[in-house]
């Protein structure tokens, strides 16, 4: 599967953003779906993930309240909202895909990624 990010920009404190994965070249319904996060000189962090049919979502403590994942299997396609953004929010995001019936967490667990979208949160 080729994985496709976008919606990245720049944005004050407290916007929203919302950022797409486009999915292709496989049934989309086979995948659990991710979005991480990789902030300049840090290690890649979990931000998101949602099972094959959408009905199951995990995100991390740091984005909980603030950032939705959801799916449109219809458009091959993953979301996910961000709220009330902070600067630390700034990252490259990135979408991921794993073949699995769950929900994953692990990065390891993810076995196609797109290129990812760049999010810039200014104070």
């Known amino acids: 599967v080729q994985l496709q990010a976008s919606g990245g920009g720049l944005v004050q404190a407290g916007g929203s953003l919302r950022l797409s994965c486009a999915a292709s070249?496989?049934?989309?319904?086979?995948?659990?779906m991710g979005w991480f996060r990789q902030a300049p000189g840090k290690e890649r962090e979990f931000v998101a993930a949602?099972?094959?049919?959408?009905?199951?979502?995990y995100s991390a403590d740091s984005v909980k309240g603030r950032f939705t994942i959801s799916r449109d299997n219809a458009r091959n396609t993953v979301y996910l909202q961000m709220n009330s953004l902070k600067p630390e929010d700034t990252a490259v995001y990135y979408c991921?895909?794993?073949?699995?019936?769950?929900?994953?967490?692990?990065?390891?667990?993810?076995?196609?990624w797109g290129q990812g979208t760049l999010v810039t949160v200014s104070s």
């Open positions: 991921a895909a794993n073949v699995g019936s769950y929900v994953y967490s692990d990065a390891r667990d993810y076995a196609y």
């Open positions: 070249g496989r049934t989309f319904t086979w995948y659990a």
């Open positions: 949602i099972n094959r049919s959408g009905g199951s979502t």
